[in-house]
């Protein structure tokens, strides 16, 4: 596995964005994973869209490219990155959201790429990519 895709990048491909559907497409399927953390941030943003055509095509894209990504599963090395860098952040006034964390952490863990367009991934020492560029 190489890649850990953020929030932003998996709403991207299934808005049918070009450059991540040529990314994700071009690389092997066992390389390419979400966390638990952005399923949750998917599901929340569809459920918050009111009902329409929109949503219900948003919808249909999610169940068919979220049931491909490979899921990593929160485990304890996971949590103990979690609450080293979270402490780490706090004391120096560097907050971050709780789940943009929990995603980059996910990434540190098992050793993978983070594919993000979000600038707040920069105040941690992740290895990042934009697919969006």
């Known amino acids: 596995m190489r890649y850990l895709l953020d929030t ?12 991540v559907a ?4 071009g690389t092997p ?8 953390v952005t399923a949750a941030e998917i599901e929340f943003g569809l459920r918050y869209l009111p009902a329409s055509k929109r949503r219900r095509a948003l919808e249909a894209q999610w169940s068919a490219i979220g049931s491909e990504l490979v899921r990593l599963p929160w485990s304890d090395e996971v949590s103990r990155r979690f609450g080293e860098r979270k402490a780490r952040l706090e004391k120096a006034g560097r907050r971050m959201s709780d789940f943009d964390l929990a995603i980059a952490v996910h990434a540190l863990a098992y050793g993978l790429t983070l594919v993000t367009a ?16």
């Open 118 to 133: 979000d600038r707040a991934f920069e105040r941690l020492q992740v290895a990042r990519e934009n697919w969006l560029a």
């Open 29 to 36: 399927r066992e390389d390419v994973a979400i966390c638990q």
């Open 8 to 19: 932003n990048t998996v709403s991207a491909l299934m808005r049918g964005a070009p450059s």
């Open 22 to 25: 040529r990314r994700v497409m």
